[in-house]
């Protein structure tokens, strides 16, 4: 039976492996109007792996747009933001071209980045799925609080593997992001 | 007279409409809206158009806002009582605004019961010709300028700027 769910494991990593998101939506956040400032487009824009910013004044966000073939590096969007002077709202990634099958506490790789889904059920994901982060920084403290505690996993707190997910075939103290949907 | 202070932006503003290398006049350290690097001229609500040298001889705000920006919005009502105690006087206010939805934008100015001239470029908010020309990074920005057209201080509100406004229209 182990066996078998190995062989499941590294097929699931090796279908993840063609993966990448195309798409993100960023809320941000400050003690000054985010949206008044052309900082986080800047900032954003200066990162390697995206391709355009967009301001998107009615839903108070920017949309992103990645570099074909580029690997996603979410806490390099959050460093930009934060250096900007506002901090992330809310990260949404989507655009991931091949379906994938998750589940909750699943530990997928997108790109060359684990994603460990979170409270998500057994699902497939597709194109439109939009895939929130929900490590602690990238959403509200309350939002955070309420959120860790569908996982018992503690890499939640931490945003790296722990002896939780090294059984997932992940290396420990690599960066692993939470995510749901 | 209080000379007021000439902020880092401004040399950042020469800076930026240096782009062809061109130096400014000597002796001239202050930029002056009759630089044609600095010239604005821009559509209103009917499509007419209107630039800011035509309003040399009065005392200016060049102010920089948009429909969507609420700290925008907030200064807009401290600045419709300004202009309508000195408007007679000789202030004016050539309002630029960053919207990209005439509509959002024409609502705003009803609103917000501004009477002065309001212009718009079409096209994208932050990269409109004007903003890159006057190194707009956020808003609401704002300068004031003279009677001789020298802009003198940037993003002065409320009760600063009325006392600026007051003084300049006195020179």
Sequence with gaps: ????????????????????????????????????????????????????????????????????????????????????????????????????????????????????????????????????????DFISHKQFKKISA???????????????????????NARVYHVTI | MKIYQIITSLALLLQVAAVNAQQAPRGQEVPNIADPRLQVKLPDVNGDSLSLISYKGKVVLLDFWASWC??????????????????????EVYGVSLDEEQKDWVKAIAKDKITWLQVREHGNAWEAK????????????????????????MNLESDELEKAVKELLEE
């Design chain 1, 1 to 136: 039976m182990k066996k078998l769910m190995m062989l499941g494991m590294v097929c699931l990593m090796a279908l993840a492996a063609g993966a990448q998101f195309t798409k993100a939506e960023l809320h941000a956040t400050g003690l000054t109007c985010a949206m008044c400032n052309n900082a986080i487009n800047k900032a954003l824009q200066a990162l390697p792996f995206i391709q355009s910013v967009k301001s998107d004044i009615k839903n108070s966000s920017f949309h992103v747009v990645f570099r074909d073939g580029q690997e996603v590096n979410p806490d390099a969007m959050k460093k930009a933001v934060e250096d900007a002077g506002f901090s992330v709202g809310k990260l949404e990634l989507y655009g991931n071209e091949q379906p994938l099958s998750v589940g909750d506490d699943k530990h997928v790789t997108i790109g060359k980045s684990v994603y460990h889904f979170v409270n998500v059920g057994d699902r497939q994901l597709n194109a439109d799925t939009k895939l929130m982060i929900i490590d602690k």
């Design chain 2, 130 to 153: 004007v903003a890159q020309q006057w190194a707009i990074s956020a808003i609401p920005t704002s300068f004031l300028i003279n009677k001789k057209g020298d802009i003198v201080a």
């Design chain 2, 70 to 91: 609420m700290p925008c919005r907030a200064a807009n009502k401290k600045l419709v009582k300004i202009y309508s105690k000195y408007k007679d006087k000789g202030f």
């Design chain 1, 150 to 172: 569908s996982t018992k996993m503690d890499c939640i707190q931490t945003g790296k593997a722990g002896s939780c997910c090294t059984d997932a075939g992940v290396p420990e």
